[in-house]
């Protein structure tokens, strides 16, 4: 499409970590190369500050904040963006990701009738745990001209929004980056058969303590099952204690953070991705499962979460299984499925992520840009 001017809010951005973060680096560049005239407003973090990772873009990115602040920040933020606008010869599309983002967005487009605003609801950031924040971010929400919704279940938990202004559009993977890596990642050799993995922090959220509690019940069907924990360790002593507990300590490893090449190479030398999931006690829940695709583009099926976002990433019966985290027979039963029928499996999970290559993805997203011009 003809050159259009679209701001990016967001609350995390390369070359520091996150979901939001890999999701709204892949978008804007897709978007830049179909034309669109781009600019990040993005945190500005001193853990991965990198000025020549921005200076290499395609695009252009304004670091907002220091780290501590809080009101103060957000506001220099809208002052920026306002500046911004003014500046344009047309009102541009704004398009706002996380919940804070979405706050600034809406404040704008209250300022500014004319402005297209959208906002990218992932997971948390749709249901904080704060009463008062719920309530801002319902009105900034109701405010938006269109709110992409990452899954049906995150979908779900803005319902109070009228038809037609939430759309579901799945988060996508890069394909080709996984399939490099693999291809030069060395396989390590991994303990136990079969192997189960999880890539992902140590954390309530993951559900890694889930697949701990199903191991004894794995262990009596698989005499040498082993599990393989990826990830910051926030979570570790208690995965470690519960373990313990229950006489699998032997049976799982925590590799801790690994370099995208020894994740990939992990998960080459793995069997069964398992993502557990489940909604914390604050509220937060997994909004999608991209780990889970990245998995499938190696060929190797998932056992994930059936009432949450992973539901959106896992085609039943093809790619995996979905099960009730807490029933550790659920569990067992899914692994001894996809084990028994792993060639079919393997098969319908690389056909599965074909299905969520960005230049799909990002085609959903200028066609929903494009009805809102």
Not at 41 to 61: E, K, M, T
Not at 119 to 134: C, F, L, Q, S, Y
Not at 136 to 143: N, S
Request: net charge positive; charged share 25%; glycine share 8%.
């Amino acid at each position: 499409m003809a050159s259009y001017p679209l701001l990016y809010i967001t609350s995390e951005f390369p070359p520091g970590p996150g979901g939001i973060a890999n999701h709204g680096f892949h978008l804007v560049s897709h978007l830049a190369r179909r034309g669109f005239e781009i600019t990040v407003y993005a945190p500005q973090r001193s853990a991965f500050a990198d000025p020549s990772f921005d200076r290499n873009l395609p695009f252009a990115v304004v670091r907002y904040g220091r780290e501590g602040e809080r009101a103060r920040k957000y506001h220099r933020l809208y002052r920026a963006l306002k500046r911004h606008i003014e500046q344009l010869e047309q009102p541009p599309v704004v398009m706002a990701s996380g919940g804070v983002s979405s706050w600034v967005a809406a404040a704008l487009k209250r300022r500014k009738k004319d402005l297209i605003a959208m906002a990218v609801a992932h997971g948390t950031d749709v249901n904080p745990h704060h009463r008062w924040k719920r309530f801002f971010l319902k009105k900034a929400l109701t405010r938006m001209d269109r709110i992409v919704a990452v899954s049906r279940y995150t979908a779900g938990r803005i319902d109070y929004l009228p038809n037609g202004k939430v759309v579901v559009i799945n988060n996508g993977v890069d394909l080709r980056r996984i399939q490099t890596l693999a291809k030069r990642a060395p396989l390590p050799r991994l303990a136990g058969k079969p192997r189960l993995v999880t890539v992902g922090t140590l954390s309530e959220r993951k559900g890694q303590m889930n697949v701990v509690r199903a191991l004894p019940l794995l262990k009596k069907r698989f005499p040498e099952v082993h599990y393989h924990m990826v990830g910051l360790p926030d979570w570790q002593a208690p995965i470690l204690e519960e373990a313990r507990r229950r006489g699998v300590a032997e049976h799982i490893t925590v590799h801790g953070a690994l370099s995208d090449e020894q994740m990939v190479g992990v998960l080459k030398a793995s069997d069964i991705f398992m993502m557990l999931s489940q909604q914390t006690a604050a509220g937060d829940f997994e909004g999608f499962g991209i780990a889970i695709l990245e998995a499938n583009v190696l060929g190797m099926p998932a056992v994930g979460t059936r009432r949450s976002g992973i539901a959106d990433a896992v085609n039943e019966g093809l790619s995996g299984r979905l099960v009730d985290p807490a029933q550790p027979a659920d569990v067992c039963k899914a692994v001894e499925e996809l084990l028994a029928n792993y060639d079919h499996y393997a098969r319908g999970a690389r056909q599965w992520a074909e299905q969520f290559d960005w230049a799909r993805i990002t085609d959903q997203y200028e066609q929903t840009i494009r009805s809102l011009l």
